[in-house]
């Protein structure tokens, strides 16, 4: 990967894009570009529609009656809430990993190969390969080669967290969302988590909402600050953490409120 | 734990039940039983029965000598002595065929139960009983009713050459019937013979399985399309509302009410059958579980966790791919345990397969026989036992074996929904 690209190429573009829950407005008019290779934090306090911000990069919101997006939101400059756009195609391009590791009641192996059989791979041998790898990139390999077989519900907390991030790489996706994927873990998981997502840097583009704003200091390169919906900055983690430019930003993460 | 403390109770519960049933299962046979067996059903070893046989019928040899050598005093007797002991012997006589079957070289009866004595011990006693004792009512005191007083019969015959007979048969009847322990398993696959009289009740078990089988072929792929469309495509309408509390209200129907609506549509209307069937009793248990298994089945698929749906669909899943592969497993204890309970329900009710299905003697049929005919079943036949048949009492065992049956298909089917919920809840780990 070139200076160039890291630095100019944005992968998500949204403009003037708000997220509404009835008439509740969640995530309001945010206009950012999130950078392609990069790891981009989301932080801000309870309630701020990080969450929801993110979940609409792959539309899950779409399960939420009542719930509807304006402006755009765009993917390789492409508006994905276009009715054109096909929700499964989209999935398969932005995986995601939930703050609750949620495996599925099977296989270790069916867990990873979930994903690549509903995308039309059949044969053994490559939905082998495909689980080893994706293993191999979520660092679980070595822990469960000798167990593929076995209940992904017998593995720990950390190790269901990393085989969630093994089943979403499994379909290769560019972009990557993470929502407080360590919250629910202990210090020792939540450390592997986060040494994990270093090494997928530059191989995939990864959003990750998080409270913990050691850790957005820790993993991200790029830290946007939401609050009551609004993006109030969106800059280099550095910076941020250091020099904030808005009042708000600097109580929050000084922890004077959230 | 749970499992060993329910089990606990339903055996004290069902203790009664238990003792009186086993006795189809486990009685004292006695020599009839041994010859009809070997008979109608080719059991037992040829030379062993025929002893048997040559042995009792010289034990009962003194008994038909002292019956003729009475005829014989009739015979010759005067007209008023014939008056006064025709009736009376001819009672006798026939209770002593009751007991012991025809006589040797006698003429054979046309029905099966004519042509053997008592083939069970204790109805042997108890015919012996009859036999010894003559029951009256004495209506002495008018202001009560009759009481009943038991006198020898004996005394009617003082002074005749027949008054020794009593005394023989009370002597010698283990002599007479031979009884002996028999452990009669084949109760459960045996045909009955001569309306139950004989034999066992394989059509009646038959029966219920091709009806509760039936009634879930129809009911489980209803019930869970039924159920995953209310719980996941439905949403919240008032059309939705109005077919919850309709099912909510059918499950409170009276099961009688099925039995009839059964009959005026699927026999009468729909034509699937000229008469009752298998086929139109199954469709109606169908209708009356189909209830149960969707409002289990939706509470099941609700509680799925979220979580599955959310993975699967991040993953690229369409719905209804999720539904197959990650909703219907996860939710599987809870439909599987509607589905066992339904058939538990299926194989216990008597009043839905009245009017569409059963009958009180049939043959077991072949599979392809369902579509078209009729069987007996269970529940259908030990009420029929009960109350419809010409000798009550003489097949009590039968009843309540039948009975027991029933109550061990139904907790065992209960027993299997406990143990394939917990090994597949343990599979969910929930």
């Given amino acids: ?258 | 734990m749970a499992i060993l403390l329910m089990t606990v109770s339903l055996v004290v519960l069902l203790f009664p039940i238990f003792m009186k049933g086993v006795g189809a299962f486990v009685f004292r046979e006695t020599v009839e039983n041994r010859e009809l067996m070997l008979q109608r059903f080719g059991r037992g070893d040829r030379e062993e029965v025929m002893a048997d046989v040559r042995e009792t019928e010289a034990a009962r040899k003194p008994v038909y000598e002292l019956m003729e050598r009475f005829e014989d005093e009739m015979s010759r007797a005067d007209s008023e002595f014939r008056r006064k002991y025709r009736s009376e012997y001819r009672e006798v006589k026939e209770l002593i065929g009751e007991l012991m079957g025809p006589k040797p070289g006698g003429k054979e009866g046309a029905l099966i139960r004519k042509r053997y004595g008592k083939v069970r011990m204790d109805r042997a006693l108890a015919k012996l009983e009859q036999i010894l004792m003559i029951e009256t009512y004495d209506y002495s005191d008018t202001s009560r009713m009759g009481k009943k007083v038991l006198k020898p019969r004996r005394d009617i015959f003082r002074g005749t050459s027949l008054e020794p007979v009593f005394a023989i048969l009370r002597k010698d009847i283990n002599k007479m019937m031979k009884p002996g322990i028999k452990f009669y398993w084949r109760f459960l696959f045996d045909k009955s013979q001569d309306a139950h009289f004989f034999g066992g009740i394989w059509p009646e078990v038959l029966g219920t399985l091709y009806l509760s089988i039936g009634a879930m072929i129809f009911a489980i792929p209803f019930g869970i399309v039924a159920a995953i469309y209310l719980a996941e495509y439905a949403g919240e309408g008032r059309l939705t509302r109005l077919i919850r509390v309709s099912i909510s209200s059918l499950a409170g129907v009276p099961s009688i009410v099925f039995g009839l609506f059964g009959l005026a549509f699927f026999i009468n209307t729909m034509n699937f059958s000229n008469s009752k069937s298998v086929l139109a009793g199954s469709l109606t248990l169908a209708l009356l579980v189909l209830p149960i298994i969707i409002r289990a089945s939706e509470e099941a698929i609700k509680s799925v966790p979220r979580g599955y749906r959310e993975a699967a669909m991040s993953l690229g899943g369409r719905k209804w791919h999720t539904i197959i592969s990650v909703v219907l497993p996860a939710a599987l204890p809870g439909i599987l345990t509607s589905i066992i309970v339904s058939l538990g329900r299926a194989a216990g009710e008597t009043a839905p397969i009245i009017f569409t299905a059963a009958v009180s003697v049939g043959k077991p049929l072949a599979v392809w026989q369902t579509l078209s005919q009729p069987t007996p079943a269970l529940p259908w036949s030990v009420y029929n036992l009960a109350t419809e048949h010409e000798a009550v009492n003489e097949i009590r065992h039968v009843q309540y074996g039948m009975v027991l049956t029933l109550v061990v298909l139904v907790l065992l089917l209960n027993l299997t929904a406990i143990i394939i919920r917990k090994r597949v809840s343990k599979k969910l780990r929930r």
């Avoid at chain 1, 509404?20 to 529609?49: D, H, K, L, Q």
């Avoid at chain 1, 809430?81 to 099977?106: A, C, E, S």
């Avoid at chain 1, 993460?253 to 959230?258: D, M, N, S």
Wanted: net charge negative; glycine share 8%.
């Fill in chain 1, 1 to 258: 990967m070139n200076e160039e690209e890291s630095n100019g190429n944005k992968l998500i573009n949204t403009e003037d894009f708000s997220v509404f829950y009835g008439r509740n407005e969640a995530v309001c008019g945010v206009t950012m570009g999130i950078r392609a290779g990069m790891v981009t934090a989301i932080i801000g306090p309870s309630g701020c529609g990080k969450s929801t911000f993110l979940r609409s990069i792959n539309r899950m919101n779409d399960l939420i009656p009542g719930c509807r997006v304006e402006g755009k939101l765009m993917i390789d400059d492409q508006d994905i809430n276009i009715p054109k756009v096909d929700v499964v195609t989209l999935r398969k391009n932005v995986g995601m990993v939930f703050q609750k590791p949620n495996p599925f009641p099977k296989s270790v192996f069916d867990n990873v190969a979930y994903g690549p059989r509903i995308h039309g791979v059949k044969s053994r041998g490559k939905l082998s390969d495909i689980v080893r790898n994706s293993l191999q990139q979520a660092a679980l390999w070595d822990e469960v080669k000798d167990r593929l077989d076995h209940n992904a519900l017998d593995l720990s907390g950390g190790q269901q967290q990393r085989l969630c991030i093994a089943r979403a790489i499994a379909i290769k996706p560019s972009i990557l969302l993470m929502d407080e994927p360590a919250s629910a873990l202990d210090p020792t998981s939540t450390g592997k988590i986060e040494d994990l997502i270093d090494d997928l840097r530059g191989d995939y583009t990864i959003v990750i909402v998080t409270h913990n704003m050691q850790q957005a200091a820790r993993v991200s390169d790029y830290t946007a600050f939401l609050y009551e919906g609004e993006l109030i900055e969106y800059g280099e983690t550095g910076k941020m953490f250091t020099n904030p430019e808005k009042k708000t930003t600097e109580d929050y993460i000084t922890g004077r409120f959230g």
